[in-house]
């Protein structure tokens, strides 16, 4: 079944840190990958996003603080969150797709909360 699985997140405290990851299976031909996030009631929001050659894009909000990497033999993305803020609280969702950006698939999400 081809799918995209999420994992990592949780509580951290302000200041603090988390990883996710997000794993593909039966998935060919991935081009781009990305993390996306969705506050409660607004759309979801691009956060990052690498390409298979390495190449990266970081949302203002995050740049510095998020770092996005990819093992392709593995099939897997991460995304490291340093520095977190209470607005990083968010749902994050892995998304793929392909170099024509077709052949797109989900993560189910992942519940991140930033709180003292």
């Known amino acids: 079944q081809a799918q995209l699985v999420e994992s990592g997140g949780g509580l951290a405290q302000p200041g603090g840190s988390l990883g996710l990851s997000c794993a593909a299976s039966?998935?060919?031909?991935?081009?781009?990958m990305a993390w996306y996030r969705q506050y409660p009631e607004t759309q979801r929001e691009l956060v990052a996003s690498?390409?298979?050659?390495?190449?990266?894009y970081y949302a203002d909000s995050v740049k510095g603080r998020f770092t996005i990497t990819r093992d392709n033999f593995r099939h897997t993305m991460y995304l490291q969150m340093e520095n977190l803020k209470p607005e990083d609280t968010a749902v994050y969702y892995c998304?793929?797709?392909?170099?024509?950006?077709?052949?797109?698939?989900w993560g189910q999400g992942t519940q991140v909360t930033v709180s003292s």
């Open positions: 690498i390409t298979n050659g390495g190449n990266t």
């Open positions: 039966g998935i060919s031909r991935i081009y781009v």
């Open positions: 998304r793929s797709v392909d170099e024509y950006g077709r052949n797109e698939f």
